[in-house]
């Protein structure tokens, strides 16, 4: 039997050294999938503009430009974007598509 479970302030997927997980992570929705108590998958979201819209947190991808580490783009798998999408639809706005275009996301598909 599958279970959805959703709760606040988990793990970090990976490192951010600026601090800006430790500002951030007591607010981020974590969506868990369990089967038999297993954890399946595990979901980070990001609730933008009041909580208008559920949106997936982004893996910001860094460059080395003029001696400094700079965010470069914003990625997230098809998959991930799919599942935010299921989540937002809980409480529609139809305004998914426009604020995940605005916020500049570049969507990949899944890795195997």
Known sequence: ???IGMGMG???PW???DGLWERIA???PVVERRTHG???DRHYLTAVDGGRVILPLPKPCFEERDGKTTVV???VTRYE???ARLVDRAEPSGEFDRYYTEAGFVT???RS
């Open 1 to 3: 039997m599958d279970r």
């Open 73 to 75: 783009r914003y990625e």
């Open 15 to 17: 490192e951010v050294d």
């Open 26 to 28: 007591a607010l981020l």
């Open 108 to 110: 990949f598909d899944n």
């Open 10 to 12: 988990q793990r970090r």
């Open 38 to 40: 297993v954890l399946v």
């Open 81 to 83: 974007s799919a599942f």
